[in-house]
């Protein structure tokens, strides 16, 4: 079992960062591999980025690459994600999630087996 919590989000203005924060509990943490989706009002719920095992494989939408950095603490059991350069349309709820690592190699977009609570992050033009 493996409960996530976000944190870090907040409202931002245009062009700025933000470090949004996920604790993970639960003893198999190593054997997940974690990411990052997001809803924005309206609209369904994205991928974002996520990362395996080592962090050394991440996977990132199309609308964050080089702006957004996925990354994860073992010995913390923490999971990051670096926001740069924010856009208003980066505005949404953000979801930490983790999938068994076996699975999420055959589709590193793809994470279900936990869900945490969301944080929001606005973006101010």
């Known amino acids: 079992q493996v409960q996530l919590v976000e944190s870090g989000g907040g409202l931002v203005q245009a062009g700025g960062s933000l470090r949004l924060s996920c604790a993970a509990s639960?003893?198999?943490?190593?054997?997940?591999?974690m990411g990052w989706f997001r809803q924005a009002p309206g609209k369904e719920r994205e991928f974002v980025a996520s990362i395996g095992l080592s962090g050394s494989s991440t996977s990132y939408a199309d609308s964050v690459k080089g702006r957004f950095t996925i990354s994860r603490d073992h010995a913390k059991n923490m999971a990051y994600l670096q926001m740069n350069s924010l856009k208003p349309e980066d505005t949404a709820v953000y979801y930490c999630?983790?999938?068994?690592?076996?699975?999420?190699?055959?589709?590193?977009?793809?994470?279900?087996?936990?869900w945490g609570q969301g944080t929001q992050v606005t973006v101010s033009s």
């Open positions: 999630a983790a999938e068994y690592y076996t699975r999420w190699v055959q589709n590193p977009q793809v994470l279900n087996d936990y």
């Open positions: 639960g003893r198999t943490f190593s054997w997940y591999a």
